[in-house]
């Protein structure tokens, strides 16, 4: 029964066993944690292999031994590699270091330093610089930004991406606005895949914006990671980007790190030439080559079968979101007091409960032993202005674990609710 139909006589009875449970759970002492989305031992695991790819020969595939200095856009395998994660041409690909947010810092460090385009134009000279950025989203994208001193601003995203009505106009009226941040497919945290419609129209978004250094930032992290396989489309940016003349103005990011080992992978950024250029240019200034050993090993474990790779990721990663939203039906559906997604790919769920509660379901979580993503982590500076979203990553725990984090996460939110109820009443 929906909560609204309760009596207030049935609310406080169903309170009081609510918090009888709540005690009991405090008293297991638990420690559990749904705080980030890393990969589980089992999905490394899937990545052993990689030790065995050298085996003595380092060379690649156009004789560059890798031990040694040079490349600095990466071998020809490694940049492959990346194509096919990208699905863009591998003489779009710069494949470097082990992280694409470390990219991403060198890229968003150059645009407001010297720009990307030789011609003076770099986000620095404007007073007040900013980023588009679609909420809920993604926290280290927003600390990165912070960091590097742009404000952001907010619009609502939805299950087929950012509000394009909100961003245009935000591009279109200001010229201080130099780009947006997007997490095209299963993004963090909702989950979604943009839509053909909303690609295309982020193509095209530099034509319209103001500013005449706007640039796209395509953070794909989640590009194969599908629970079901083949995997599902999303439109390619780059290939509209160069039809509408933008191709200039986008920068795509992927990496491996959930793909084998995190923190122990490869870093891609995709663009046009020019960008590129400009990428290459950085990053020879601050280094003579990227590690070649560790893209070789990649490149020999994973081409040709990225798909057959990730459907092991996927066999041990589906059945945790599946326990994920059984336990999110069964304890929250009947009392209507929250609604979620329910993605088919990617490491999130984004969970939103009565508006003024998620700080208080944290609070209670950790009482009873549950660390949960900081409550407005998905949002910059921290803030969500509604104090309505959770972030729940079910992936690094098992499967007990994880269904007992589930019980007490949606008795927290159903105690926190119930309260939030009578107070009102």
């Not at 609510?18 to 002492?29: D, M, P, S, T, V």
């Not at 960091?147 to 010229?175: C, F, H, K, Q, T």
């Not at 930032?217 to 290939?239: G, I, M």
């Not at 104090?387 to 007990?400: M, Q, S, V």
């Amino acid at each position: 029964m929906r909560l609204q139909d309760l009596s207030n006589e049935d609310i406080a009875a169903l309170r009081a066993q609510l918090e009888r449970e709540f005690e009991l759970q405090k008293g297991n002492r638990l420690s559990l944690d749904l705080t980030r989305g890393k990969p589980d031992a089992d999905q490394l695991d899937l990545s052993n292999g990689l030790e065995d790819t050298i085996a003595g020969n380092y060379i690649a595939s156009d004789g560059t031994d890798t031990r040694n200095y040079g490349h600095i856009r990466g071998i020809p395998e490694a940049r492959a590699l990346g194509a096919d994660i990208m699905e863009v041409p591998a003489d779009r690909v710069i494949c470097w270091g082990n992280s694409s947010l470390s990219l991403m810092y060198i890229a968003v460090s150059l645009l407001m330093e010297r720009g990307i385009w030789g011609d003076g134009r770099h986000w620095s000279s404007d007073p007040a610089p900013r980023l588009i950025t679609p909420v809920p989203g993604y926290d280290r994208h927003f600390v990165l930004t912070e960091r590097l001193g742009l404000g952001m601003v907010n619009v609502g995203i939805d299950e087929a991406g950012p509000d394009m009505e909100a961003v245009r106009e935000l591009a279109a009226s200001d010229p201080g606005i130099k780009g947006i941040w997007c997490v095209p497919k299963y993004s963090n945290p909702t989950g979604c895949i943009y839509s053909d419609e909303v690609v295309a129209a982020l193509a095209e978004l530099p034509k319209q914006a103001a500013a005449e250094d706007f640039v796209v930032l395509w953070d794909n992290a989640y590009a194969v990671h599908d629970f079901e396989f083949p995997r599902k489309p999303l439109a390619n940016l780059l290939a509209l980007a160069e039809t509408a003349g933008t191709a200039d103005h986008m920068l795509l990011f992927a990496s491996t790190s959930k793909i084998t080992h995190a923190s122990a992978g490869l870093g891609f950024v995709a663009g046009s030439d020019g960008t590129l250029a400009a990428l290459e240019a950085r990053l020879n200034a601050s280094s003579v080559g990227p590690d070649k050993v560790n893209q070789l090993r990649h490149a020999r474990f994973l081409n040709g079968r990225v798909e057959a790779h990730m459907a092991g990721h996927a066999a041990l990663v589906k059945p945790k979101f599946e326990l994920v939203q059984q336990i999110l039906d069964a304890e929250l559906a009947a009392l209507d007091i929250a609604s979620w997604t329910r993605p088919e790919g990617g490491y999130f769920v984004s969970l939103d409960v009565r508006a003024g509660l998620a700080g208080r379901i944290g609070e209670l979580a950790a009482e009873a032993g549950l660390a949960l993503t900081p409550p407005g982590a998905t949002f910059p500076y921290r803030k969500d202005p509604e104090d309505r979203n959770l972030r729940i990553a079910p992936t690094f725990a098992r499967l007990d674990d994880l269904k007992t984090a589930m019980e007490v996460l949606t008795l927290c939110v159903k105690i926190a609710t119930l309260q939030d109820e009578m107070n009102r009443r």
